[in-house]
């Protein structure tokens, strides 16, 4: 079987920064092997052209330019914000305010993302909505660990069910 337009693909696979040998961003075994539903745009649309046709026991080993990937990092995203805006019955959770903290944030139209507290100034907060990887290029080396026939009910949510499922990645 190969990996197809609406199978489930199980992978495991490293990422690394700035080469195939760089730092290490996420290590993926087959204890938490990745699995999706391919071609449903679950992952980066490079990512799963780099995988297509592989079969179970194929390796593979490719970069995504930033482009392809999570972009070019922003200087426009990242914002200061009125301290104000993260009171909660006039009071700032302890703890929530500090650098490098990734914070649940929602704007006006309900729409949720998260940001990463860059700097606390007396009124205000400098949160950067950068994908933490905007402007890396990705590094990935892995192997597909299993492909099988998505279920209806797979296929009708547009996502796998189960053990092991990623959303957003």
Same mark, same amino acid.
């Given at each position: ?57 194929? =390796?593979?080993? /490719? ?7 999570? %972009?070019?990092?922003? &200087? !426009?995203? @990242?914002?200061?914000?009125? =301290?104000?805006? /993260? ?7 302890? %703890?929530?305010?500090? &650098? !490098?903290? @990734? ?19 007396? &009124?205000?907060? @400098? ?43």
């Amino acid at each position: 079987m190969r990996i197809e337009k609406n199978k489930v693909v199980s992978l495991v696979y490293d990422l690394k920064s700035e080469s195939h040998e760089g730092e290490m961003i996420e290590s993926v075994d087959k204890d938490n092997a990745m699995q999706f539903l391919y071609g449903n745009g679950m992952m980066l649309p490079a990512f799963e052209e780099n995988i297509k046709g592989l079969s179970k026991g194929d =390796k593979f080993q /490719f970069k995504l330019a930033f482009d392809e990937a999570y %972009g070019e990092f922003s &200087e !426009d995203s @990242v914002v200061e914000i009125p =301290k104000s805006a /993260f009171e909660v019955e006039g009071v700032i959770e302890d %703890g929530l305010l500090e &650098e !490098d903290n @990734v914070i649940p944030l929602q704007d006006e139209h309900g729409n949720r993302f998260n940001g990463r507290v860059e700097k606390v100034l007396e &009124e205000f907060v @400098v949160i950067d909505f950068n994908h933490p990887l905007a402007g890396e290029d990705l590094y990935f080396t892995g192997e597909v660990f299993e492909i099988r026939d998505a279920t209806a009910e797979e296929l009708s949510h547009g996502h796998v069910h189960g053990h092991g499922h990623h959303h957003n990645h």
